[in-house]
């Protein structure tokens, strides 16, 4: 019913930048927040960057400073601008969007289908 389309992994050298994507389409009758999350071999998936409905953001600890998440509502898309990336960034990146898609439900969980992106020299 939602689908989230993620785009802009890859491969980059350290210091280097990268710019994710994701499009939210299908039955989506409300969007409320809009995150990113990271899983790298071996870890457990964590939060990256989550950024509600009237633009307040949070980010992890490791990022801050350096990734800039932002959104555009008329799109349904969300954006993970990457900055100063460094080797321990290398992961893969999910989209993650909290919508009702039927009005009167309750809001769920939905998630991409991942991005990897790796940061070596």
């Known amino acids: 019913q939602v689908q989230l389309v993620e785009s802009g992994g890859g491969l980059v050298q350290p210091g280097g930048s990268l710019r994710l994507s994701c499009a939210a389409s299908g039955s989506i009758f409300s969007i409320d927040s809009m995150a990113w999350y990271r899983q790298a071999p071996g870890n457990q998936r964590e939060s990256v960057a989550r950024i509600t409905t009237s633009g307040s953001t949070n980010y992890g600890d490791s990022v801050k400073g350096r990734f800039t998440i932002s959104r555009d509502n008329v799109k349904n898309t969300v954006y993970l601008q990457m900055n100063s990336l460094k080797p321990e960034d290398t992961a893969i990146y999910y989209c993650?969007?909290?919508?009702?898609?039927?009005?009167?439900?309750?809001?769920?969980?939905?998630w991409g289908q991942g991005t990897q992106v790796t940061v070596s020299s």
């Open positions: 993650n969007v909290v919508a009702m898609v039927v009005a009167g439900q309750s809001f769920r969980d939905h």
